[in-house]
């Protein structure tokens, strides 16, 4: 069952036991906004519509707010147009930020001709795992409209959302930290998790004395090259341990090469390590 209540151009969101859910609408001046979840919980489909359609570019923008600490995730922002097509994504550690296009992040859009349509169906767990969960706040822009939100969307928490682990969270096993960024392992079993946990000895040199901030890029390799981007997050850091790690959720991962790289966005250290994903029942 869902509750909606619609105050001004803010539609709540309220979702109860099963996902079994019909669609949500509001309406605010020139246009109209529907939020409908998948059965499984495993898509948020937003659709919306304006008529004013006098302008030459029509430039969508989907505001999140997502402030999840767990999952490492404060905000992303989607730009979509005729000729545009951007993700922008803030972890909670805003240097690690990066543009992303919808495609890498497995969002399906959908412009209608006059550009005055738009349809986007986002993953609950794509490359970044949990990129949107009940309790995240949507706001909906046409800029060629106005500067201010047409519509703001709040999904309210339900302990049945179907999503997968946190990305760029989670502990490793509990055992003393190494002393490198790069697992020791090289091949996983599919939803085995790539879980890691370091201390960095001697950080680059050339480091302003505040700590090194790192993330990680997770790459399909084929023919040799990495060439298809699977996973991206930035790396916890516990400032009481000094320790930094990460666990990479494989579940939905197809079996094969891979290339993980651990960067920083504030220091020189990079580094990357060949793995293999293996079927689970390998």
């Known amino acids: 069952m869902r509750m909606l209540a619609v105050l001004g151009a803010t539609l709540l969101v309220s979702m109860v036991g099963c996902l079994d859910l019909g669609a949500g609408e509001v309406t ?7 939020l409908s979840w998948s059965a499984e919980g495993g898509w948020l489909e937003i659709e919306a519509a304006v008529a004013n359609g006098d302008a030459d570019t029509h430039v969508w923008v989907l505001t999140v707010s997502t402030r999840r600490f767990d999952d490492g995730l404060f905000a992303w922002q989607l730009h979509l147009s005729e000729t545009v097509d951007s993700v922008l994504v803030l972890p909670n550690d805003f240097l690690t ?22 349809v986007i169906r986002i993953p609950t767990d794509g490359p970044i795992p949990n990129f949107v969960a009940p309790g995240d706040v949507i706001e909906l822009h046409a800029l060629w409209i106005q500067q201010a939100p047409l519509a703001s969307v709040v999904v309210a928490p339900v302990n049945t959302l179907a999503v997968g682990p946190a990305g760029g ?30 201390v960095l000895v001697n950080p680059p040199a050339d480091e302003d004395g505040s700590r090194v901030v790192l993330s990680y890029t997770l790459m399909a390799v ?26 990479i959720d494989t579940t939905s991962l197809a079996a094969g090469a891979y290339r993980l790289l651990i960067g920083s966005s504030n220091g020189t250290l990079a580094t990357q390590i060949d793995l293999s994903i293996v079927p689970a029942d390998d």
């Open 97 to 118: 930020a990066r543009h992303f296009s919808t495609a890498q992040l497995g969002i399906a859009t959908a412009l209608s001709p006059d550009g005055c349509g738009l």
């Open 28 to 34: 605010f001046v020139g246009g109209h906004a529907e």
């Open 222 to 247: 084929h023919d040799g090259r990495a060439s298809e981007f699977a996973r991206f997050a930035h790396i916890t850091y516990d400032a009481a341990t000094g320790t930094y790690s990460y666990s």
């Open 169 to 198: 969270g989670g502990d490793a096993a509990v055992t003393d930290p190494a002393t490198s960024p790069l697992p020791t392992a090289t091949v996983y079993r599919r939803g085995e998790p790539i879980a890691h946990r370091f």
